[in-house]
Nanobody
């Protein structure tokens, strides 16, 4: 069973930056598209960004376009989310998973953006 471990969250002022990392155990990482998701208090989990297996096709939700960048390193079984120009509305717990949600959710990493 693949295990996902997210890290890199924290408290940052509006306009600041954070880089999230998610490492997957097992051998199936490179065979799967990957996504970052977030869940704010009282809201449903939403897909923030996705990247296909080789990194050639990328999706962003409109609210983060131009500010967030997803990337991956298949040799390290790791997917990243560079978040710039953070806004208070980006505050949420951030999770990664395969783009088809194949694996159990990890613990997530909390991102808090103060105004």
């Amino acid at each position: 069973q693949v295990q996902l471990v997210e890290s890199g969250g924290g408290l940052v002022q509006a306009g600041g930056s954070l880089r999230l990392s998610c490492t997957a155990s097992g051998r199936t990482f490179s065979s799967n598209g990957m996504g970052w998701f977030r869940q704010a208090p009282g809201k449903e989990r939403e897909r923030v960004a996705s990247i296909n297996r080789m990194g050639g096709r990328i999706y962003y939700v409109d609210s983060v376009k131009g500010r967030f960048t997803i990337s991956r390193d298949n040799a390290k079984n790791t997917v990243y989310l560079q978040m710039n120009s953070l806004k208070p509305e980006d505050t949420a717990v951030y999770y990664c998973n395969s783009d088809q949600l194949r694996w159990p959710w990890g613990q997530g990493t909390q991102v808090t953006v103060s105004s």
